[in-house]
């Protein structure tokens, strides 16, 4: 499913969130969104699943205004894993997941086989199975999100919105999620803090500051050191291993020489940053 922003603004007490920004994610594109806090990332993901309605400009999926279509359409197509989603910590995994298949139910609907299907699938896929009858609420925060994300995939949806989907997780989880993600053959938006993640998962990369779209294209081409420094207002070094893309990030020197920040003094005294400095 391809998703078009088309000079998308949003504005809160007068001052804008997002600033015309136009964006197309084609179908089965991995596009991961990156910039500072406050640059507009979870703004942006809102209009795409309907929380949020742009001011001006529009959202579509398929050539249709978002907002044409009926909202309970919009929920069988477009999955979500929010940054901060609270479910019923009473509930247990299994019965967590099970709300996926809601937009696909009516009123008075039970869970069919093709349902029940759908949810073993997305605990298979998560790793959950052995967690179903586990309450929520007695989980780690990274098992919460694994969760939350297989209530997501329960949902069988063809756009996925996922906003700091590895929050909580530790390295070898966020490798899995973001593995899982990327093989699903879904078009999916993400909001990314972790550059080195961005670079080596997304197809594209868009690079947002004070809510409007500075750059767009492949990770390679986008994340430069000069950008990444521009946009962070940090020091970077990018690195290419022949495995993937990654980056070293330092403090912008930008105080007193008597109160400089270690890794400033080191630089300013050409030595590596890992040196020591007495």
């Excluded at 279509?69 to 019965?95: D, I, K, N, S, Y």
């Excluded at 969760?147 to 700091?164: F, G, M, S, T």
């Excluded at 078009?187 to 998962?201: C, G, I, R």
Aim: proline share 4%.
């Amino acid at each position: 499913m391809r998703l078009d922003l088309d000079s998308v603004r949003v504005a809160l007490g007068g001052r804008p969130i997002l600033d015309r920004v136009s964006l197309t994610v084609h179908s089965g594109q991995f596009v991961a969104l990156v910039g500072p806090n406050g640059s507009g990332k979870s703004t942006l993901l809102r209009t795409v699943y309907r929380a949020r309605r742009p001011d001006s400009g529009t959202v579509r999926l398929d050539g249709r205004d978002l907002w044409s279509v009926p909202a309970a359409e919009t929920a069988r197509h477009v999955g979500v894993l929010m940054q901060e989603q609270h479910t019923g910590f009473e509930f247990t995994v299994a019965e967590t997941v099970a709300l996926g298949r809601t937009p696909h139910l009516g009123l008075f609907d039970r869970l069919t086989g093709t349902d029940q299907a759908a949810i073993d699938d997305a605990l298979v896929r998560t790793g959950l199975t052995a967690f179903t009858g586990r309450r929520v609420g007695d989980l780690s925060g990274g098992e919460r999100q694994r969760v939350l994300l297989a209530r997501a995939l329960a949902q069988q949806p063809r756009v996925l919105v996922l906003d700091e989907p590895t929050n909580h997780l530790d390295p070898r989880h966020q490798l899995d999620l973001l593995e899982l993600v990327r093989d699903l053959g879904v078009t999916v938006v993400a909001a990314l803090h972790s550059l080195d993640l961005a670079a080596t998962y997304a197809d594209t990369t868009a690079v947002l500051q004070n809510g409007r779209l500075v750059a767009h294209g492949r990770p390679a081409d986008v994340l430069t050191a000069e950008r990444i420094g521009e946009v962070f207002e940090v020091d970077a070094t990018v690195h290419d291993d022949g495995g993937g893309t990654r980056f070293v990030l330092r403090p912008r020197c930008v105080c007193p020489d008597e109160r400089c920040h270690w890794s400033c003094r080191t630089r300013r005294a050409g030595v590596g940053a890992d040196a020591p400095v007495s």
